[in-house]
Protein backbone atom coordinates (compact mmCIF):
# COMPACT_ATOMS: atom_id res chain seq x y z
CA UNK A 1 0.00 0.00 0.00
CA UNK A 2 1.22 3.81 -1.03
CA UNK A 3 1.90 5.34 1.60
CA UNK A 4 0.62 8.75 2.24
CA UNK A 5 3.07 12.19 0.76
CA UNK A 6 3.58 14.98 3.17
CA UNK A 7 1.52 17.14 1.88
CA UNK A 8 -1.69 14.77 2.23
CA UNK A 9 -0.85 14.14 5.79
CA UNK A 10 -0.51 17.88 6.24
CA UNK A 11 -4.09 18.39 4.68
CA UNK A 12 -5.31 15.01 6.61
CA UNK A 13 -4.88 17.53 9.90
CA UNK A 14 -7.02 19.84 8.77
CA UNK A 15 -10.07 17.36 9.30
CA UNK A 16 -11.61 16.24 12.21
CA UNK A 17 -12.65 12.42 11.02
CA UNK A 18 -15.26 12.19 13.53
CA UNK A 19 -17.31 15.26 12.52
CA UNK A 20 -20.39 15.37 9.64
CA UNK A 21 -19.27 18.51 8.23
CA UNK A 22 -22.32 20.83 7.05
CA UNK A 23 -22.34 21.37 2.90
CA UNK A 24 -21.13 24.76 3.72
CA UNK A 25 -18.37 24.03 6.34
CA UNK A 26 -17.10 21.29 3.85
CA UNK A 27 -16.89 23.71 0.42
CA UNK A 28 -14.80 26.02 2.55
CA UNK A 29 -12.48 23.67 4.18
CA UNK A 30 -12.22 21.49 0.77
CA UNK A 31 -10.51 24.39 -0.63
CA UNK A 32 -7.44 24.22 2.67
CA UNK A 33 -7.20 20.58 1.40
CA UNK A 34 -5.93 21.58 -2.10
CA UNK A 35 -1.82 21.27 -1.58
CA UNK A 36 -0.84 20.88 -5.15
CA UNK A 37 0.32 23.31 -7.91
CA UNK A 38 -2.35 22.60 -10.32
CA UNK A 39 -6.39 23.40 -10.18
CA UNK A 40 -7.49 20.29 -8.87
CA UNK A 41 -11.24 19.22 -9.75
CA UNK A 42 -13.52 18.93 -6.33
CA UNK A 43 -15.72 16.03 -6.46
CA UNK A 44 -19.00 15.14 -4.83
CA UNK A 45 -19.05 10.73 -3.94
CA UNK A 46 -22.66 9.73 -2.63
CA UNK A 47 -23.17 6.46 -1.04
CA UNK A 48 -26.87 5.70 -1.96
CA UNK A 49 -29.09 2.83 -0.12
CA UNK A 50 -30.45 1.11 -3.73
CA UNK A 51 -28.79 -1.82 -5.04
CA UNK A 52 -27.92 -1.55 -9.28
CA UNK A 53 -28.00 -5.07 -9.27
CA UNK A 54 -32.04 -4.44 -10.02
CA UNK A 55 -33.17 -2.16 -12.82
CA UNK A 56 -35.74 -0.42 -10.90
CA UNK A 57 -33.19 0.53 -8.88
CA UNK A 58 -30.63 2.30 -10.98
CA UNK A 59 -30.08 6.23 -10.40
CA UNK A 60 -28.92 8.15 -13.98
CA UNK A 61 -29.35 11.53 -14.89
CA UNK A 62 -28.30 14.78 -15.91
CA UNK A 63 -28.04 18.38 -14.14
CA UNK A 64 -26.92 21.85 -15.33
CA UNK A 65 -24.35 23.22 -12.82
CA UNK A 66 -25.04 26.67 -11.55
CA UNK A 67 -20.88 27.45 -11.83
CA UNK A 68 -20.04 24.72 -14.35
CA UNK A 69 -17.75 22.47 -13.80
CA UNK A 70 -14.25 24.87 -14.29
CA UNK A 71 -13.48 23.55 -18.04
CA UNK A 72 -14.02 23.38 -21.34
CA UNK A 73 -15.95 20.96 -22.87
CA UNK A 74 -15.94 19.46 -26.15
CA UNK A 75 -18.94 18.76 -28.10
CA UNK A 76 -19.74 16.47 -31.12
CA UNK A 77 -23.29 16.66 -32.55
CA UNK A 78 -24.68 14.24 -35.00
CA UNK A 79 -27.52 16.02 -37.37
CA UNK A 80 -27.63 17.06 -40.73
CA UNK A 81 -28.80 19.72 -42.31
CA UNK A 82 -30.88 22.64 -40.76
CA UNK A 83 -30.31 20.85 -37.39
CA UNK A 84 -25.85 20.79 -37.75
CA UNK A 85 -26.54 24.72 -38.91
CA UNK A 86 -28.80 24.97 -35.52
CA UNK A 87 -25.30 22.94 -33.30
CA UNK A 88 -22.82 24.90 -35.21
CA UNK A 89 -24.12 28.52 -34.38
CA UNK A 90 -24.89 27.46 -30.75
CA UNK A 91 -20.90 26.38 -29.97
CA UNK A 92 -20.57 22.57 -30.80
CA UNK A 93 -16.97 21.61 -31.50
CA UNK A 94 -17.40 18.95 -34.47
CA UNK A 95 -20.60 18.55 -36.46
CA UNK A 96 -21.65 16.03 -38.85
CA UNK A 97 -24.18 12.83 -39.67
CA UNK A 98 -22.46 10.06 -41.25
CA UNK A 99 -19.15 11.23 -42.32
CA UNK A 100 -18.86 11.89 -38.32
CA UNK A 101 -20.15 8.11 -37.44
CA UNK A 102 -17.03 6.98 -39.91
CA UNK A 103 -14.97 9.15 -38.36
CA UNK A 104 -15.73 7.89 -34.31
CA UNK A 105 -15.41 4.51 -36.02
CA UNK A 106 -12.13 5.38 -37.33
CA UNK A 107 -11.03 6.14 -33.95
CA UNK A 108 -11.79 10.10 -33.79
CA UNK A 109 -12.45 11.07 -30.38
CA UNK A 110 -11.71 14.59 -29.67
CA UNK A 111 -15.29 15.01 -27.65
CA UNK A 112 -16.35 14.41 -23.97
CA UNK A 113 -19.91 14.88 -25.03
CA UNK A 114 -22.14 13.50 -27.75
CA UNK A 115 -25.63 14.37 -28.84
CA UNK A 116 -27.87 13.05 -31.56
CA UNK A 117 -30.89 13.88 -33.10
CA UNK A 118 -33.52 11.30 -33.26
CA UNK A 119 -33.28 10.66 -36.78
CA UNK A 120 -29.58 9.90 -36.85
CA UNK A 121 -29.55 7.51 -34.24
CA UNK A 122 -30.12 4.58 -36.13
CA UNK A 123 -26.41 5.29 -37.36
CA UNK A 124 -25.24 6.44 -34.49
CA UNK A 125 -26.15 3.17 -32.48
CA UNK A 126 -23.78 1.27 -34.27
CA UNK A 127 -21.54 2.94 -32.32
CA UNK A 128 -22.36 2.07 -28.87
CA UNK A 129 -19.77 -0.23 -28.27
CA UNK A 130 -17.31 2.64 -28.74
CA UNK A 131 -19.48 5.32 -26.78
CA UNK A 132 -21.21 3.25 -24.46
CA UNK A 133 -18.10 2.36 -22.14
CA UNK A 134 -17.07 5.83 -22.14
CA UNK A 135 -20.15 7.18 -21.02
CA UNK A 136 -20.63 9.11 -24.21
CA UNK A 137 -23.61 7.54 -26.17
CA UNK A 138 -26.50 9.83 -26.45
CA UNK A 139 -29.63 8.93 -24.34
CA UNK A 140 -32.77 10.73 -24.50
CA UNK A 141 -33.28 10.41 -20.97
CA UNK A 142 -30.18 12.30 -20.20
CA UNK A 143 -31.58 15.35 -23.06
CA UNK A 144 -28.50 14.04 -25.86
CA UNK A 145 -30.76 12.76 -28.08
CA UNK A 146 -32.83 15.45 -29.09
CA UNK A 147 -34.06 17.74 -31.89
CA UNK A 148 -33.38 20.78 -29.76
CA UNK A 149 -29.63 20.54 -30.11
CA UNK A 150 -28.98 24.24 -29.81
CA UNK A 151 -30.21 23.79 -26.33
CA UNK A 152 -28.86 20.49 -25.55
CA UNK A 153 -25.72 22.04 -26.80
CA UNK A 154 -25.64 25.61 -24.73
CA UNK A 155 -26.26 23.66 -21.89
CA UNK A 156 -23.51 21.09 -21.99
CA UNK A 157 -21.10 24.10 -22.50
CA UNK A 158 -23.09 26.05 -19.60
CA UNK A 159 -21.69 23.02 -17.56
CA UNK A 160 -24.65 20.04 -18.02
CA UNK A 161 -22.66 16.86 -15.88
CA UNK A 162 -24.57 13.68 -16.17
CA UNK A 163 -24.43 10.91 -13.04
CA UNK A 164 -24.67 7.41 -12.53
CA UNK A 165 -24.78 5.39 -9.97
CA UNK A 166 -21.52 2.29 -10.18
CA UNK A 167 -22.28 -1.44 -9.16
CA UNK A 168 -21.26 -0.53 -5.55
CA UNK A 169 -24.68 1.79 -5.25
CA UNK A 170 -22.05 5.15 -5.20
CA UNK A 171 -22.67 8.28 -7.48
CA UNK A 172 -19.01 10.40 -7.97
CA UNK A 173 -19.46 13.70 -10.09
CA UNK A 174 -17.14 16.67 -9.90
CA UNK A 175 -18.55 19.98 -9.18
CA UNK A 176 -16.00 22.51 -9.61
CA UNK A 177 -12.53 23.64 -9.44
CA UNK A 178 -10.29 24.13 -6.27
CA UNK A 179 -10.20 28.13 -7.51
CA UNK A 180 -13.87 28.39 -7.40
CA UNK A 181 -14.70 29.95 -4.16
CA UNK A 182 -16.76 28.22 -1.46
CA UNK A 183 -20.20 29.63 -2.42
CA UNK A 184 -20.14 27.92 -5.97
CA UNK A 185 -18.89 24.88 -4.87
CA UNK A 186 -21.77 24.56 -2.28
CA UNK A 187 -23.98 26.20 -5.01
CA UNK A 188 -22.99 23.06 -7.13
CA UNK A 189 -22.84 20.32 -5.06
CA UNK A 190 -26.23 21.08 -3.68
CA UNK A 191 -27.73 21.04 -7.36
CA UNK A 192 -26.43 17.90 -7.83
CA UNK A 193 -27.51 16.10 -4.33
CA UNK A 194 -30.81 17.68 -5.86
CA UNK A 195 -31.13 16.17 -8.80
CA UNK A 196 -29.95 12.58 -7.37
CA UNK A 197 -32.67 13.19 -4.86
CA UNK A 198 -35.15 14.08 -7.18
CA UNK A 199 -33.76 10.53 -9.44
CA UNK A 200 -34.71 8.35 -6.12
CA UNK A 201 -36.41 4.87 -7.13
CA UNK A 202 -39.53 4.38 -6.47
CA UNK A 203 -37.91 0.90 -5.35
CA UNK A 204 -35.59 2.35 -2.97
CA UNK A 205 -36.40 1.53 0.79
CA UNK A 206 -35.06 2.70 3.71
CA UNK A 207 -33.03 5.40 3.99
CA UNK A 208 -31.79 6.80 0.02
CA UNK A 209 -28.60 9.25 1.06
CA UNK A 210 -25.82 6.81 3.16
CA UNK A 211 -23.08 9.19 2.97
CA UNK A 212 -21.43 12.26 1.58
CA UNK A 213 -17.85 12.79 0.83
CA UNK A 214 -16.41 16.05 -0.99
CA UNK A 215 -12.71 16.01 -1.75
CA UNK A 216 -10.08 17.67 -4.22
CA UNK A 217 -8.26 15.63 -7.00
CA UNK A 218 -5.25 14.22 -4.71
CA UNK A 219 -6.81 15.69 -1.30
CA UNK A 220 -8.44 13.58 2.24
CA UNK A 221 -12.35 13.11 1.92
CA UNK A 222 -14.42 15.64 3.94
CA UNK A 223 -17.68 14.08 5.19
CA UNK A 224 -20.44 16.01 5.17
CA UNK A 225 -23.66 15.05 7.72
CA UNK A 226 -26.06 13.38 5.20
CA UNK A 227 -28.40 12.78 7.77
CA UNK A 228 -28.58 17.04 7.94
CA UNK A 229 -29.27 17.14 3.64
CA UNK A 230 -31.91 14.08 3.84
CA UNK A 231 -33.64 16.28 6.38
CA UNK A 232 -34.03 19.24 3.79
CA UNK A 233 -35.38 16.65 1.25
CA UNK A 234 -37.79 14.29 2.05
CA UNK A 235 -37.33 12.25 -0.34
CA UNK A 236 -33.79 11.31 0.79
CA UNK A 237 -35.14 10.12 4.54
Known amino acids: MAKPGKKYLEALKLIDREKRYSVDEACALVGKTAKKKFDETVDVAIRLGVDPKHADQMVRGAVVLPHGIGKTVRIAVFAKGDKAREAQEAGADTVGAEDLVERVQGGFMDFDTAIATPDLMGQVGRLGKVLGPRGLMPNPKLGTVTFDVGRAVREAKAGKIEFRVDKAGNVHTPVGKHSFGAEQLRAN?????????????????GIYLRSLTISTTMGPGVPIDAQAIANMFKKAV
Not at 189 to 205: D, G, H, N, Q, Y
Open 189 to 205: AMALIEAIVRAKPAASK
